[in-house]
């Protein structure tokens, strides 16, 4: 049974930072690109970020480049993603996602690639 557990959401003020994490348990398995996803209130959900398993490679959404980075540690299992200069417009459910491969998440819709998702962790900005 594999969980993906997330932490580190909470309320913060526009141009603050963030950093979420991701805890992995069960028979994951190494070579599974982790990634993030985050749902605003009214919205879809929407591909935030993503990693290879190999911690070389990365991929992001437009909207959070050169804001955010995704980071992960094989060792423990876990899959963070700092976030610099947060607005309103980040205010979301975040989600950590497992899917076999990073390319999947450059997908039209990713998400429909994504095998394990985590319940999220809420993120709310304040101006």
């Known amino acids: 049974q594999v969980q993906l557990v997330e932490s580190g959401g909470g309320s913060v003020r526009a141009g603050a930072s963030l950093t979420l994490s991701c805890a992995a348990s069960g028979r994951l398995g190494l070579r599974y690109a982790m990634g993030w996803f985050r749902q605003a209130p009214g919205k879809e959900r929407e591909f935030v970020a993503a990693i290879a398993w190999s911690g070389i490679n990365t991929y992001y959404t437009d909207s959070v480049k050169g804001r955010f980075t995704i980071s992960g540690d094989n060792a423990k299992s876990s899959v963070f993603l700092q976030m610099n200069s947060l607005g309103p417009e980040d205010a979301a459910v975040y989600y950590c996602?497992?899917?076999?491969?990073?390319?999947?998440?450059?997908?039209?819709?990713?998400?429909?690639?994504?095998?394990?998702w985590g319940k999220g962790t809420l993120v709310t900005v304040s101006s």
């Open positions: 996602a497992a899917a076999r491969a990073l390319y999947y998440y450059t997908d039209r819709d990713p998400s429909r690639h994504v095998d394990y």
